[in-house]
């Protein structure tokens, strides 16, 4: 299942398609790029099947470069292939969960850490407004745009690194990880309590602190994830119990 999220989608001056806005040039790679954001903003439901048809219906476009899209995000391990050839979002275990935030720790705090180096005085303020917005979305539970604005939260700080492959990696392991987000995101953040990890990251880079963005860049993280492994050890104990 896929919500829908409060971002348009930009048109270029090339020609697009009527529905979506996608440029009649390298269609399969823009589905590759839309399904690779939503997956990385949690708007697919781990063990969501996805029909081909019905995305080419969504796209406006003929199965053959959805198909494309999708072949590429199975061979990077974010969509798998089962009977039939329906591509399905993996269910992670816990261990694969640990092993992909374990892997992401070291790689975000790095990029915590250049980025207090190279933003500006701008790119500061633009992430301070980014994270109002996130709060603001989590005041009115709109848990969905509250997804999409950590995400935006997040790269903007990780962007200013000026390390496009840094970013990169860390891209490919939140569209690993971050599907099981889709339904227990309320309860990470509802759990929380004290001053939040984004705004001491804020003031961080605000004071030119590489090892304290990268802790908090980090902690949030660990704070997070460790929410979402309880979440998961309930959800194994209790199968038929709904986790919101």
């Known amino acids: 299942m896929m919500l829908a999220t409060k971002t348009d989608v930009e048109r270029s001056g090339e020609e697009t398609d009527d529905r ?68 399905i979002v993996p269910v992670l275990s816990i261990a694969q969960y640990i092993k992909i935030r ?3 720790i070291p790689l975000e705090r790095l990029a915590a850490e250049l980025s207090t180096v190279n933003i500006t005085e701008e790119g500061i303020r633009h992430i301070r407004q980014i994270n109002d917005k996130w709060m603001q979305f989590e005041a009115e539970g709109d848990w969905q745009a509250a997804i999409a604005a950590n995400h935006e939260f997040h790269f903007t700080v990780y962007r200013a690194s000026m ?27 509802l759990s929380r309590s004290g001053v939040h990890p984004h705004l001491l990251l804020v003031d961080a880079l605000e004071r030119r602190s590489p090892a304290e ?20 050890n309930s959800k194994r104990e209790n199968p038929k119990q709904k986790v919101i």
């Open 102 to 104: 374990d892997t992401r």
């Open 20 to 87: 979506i806005g996608l440029n009649r040039d390298s269609l399969a790679d823009q589905i590759y790029a839309k399904l690779r954001s939503a997956l990385m903003t949690a708007r697919y439901e781990p063990g969501s099947r996805l029909s081909i048809r019905k995305l080419a219906a969504t796209f406006n476009t003929s199965p053959t470069p959805v198909r494309e899209a999708v072949m590429q995000l199975v061979r990077e391990g974010a969509l798998e292939l089962r009977s039939g050839y329906q591509p």
């Open 163 to 189: 390390n496009d492959i840094l970013v990169r990696i860390i891209e490919n392991l939140w569209m690993l990880s971050y599907p099981v987000v889709y339904y227990q995101y309320r309860n990470i953040r």
């Open 213 to 232: 963005a990268g802790e908090m860049a980090v902690r949030d993280l660990r704070e997070g994830s460790s929410r979402i492994i309880e979440l998961l």
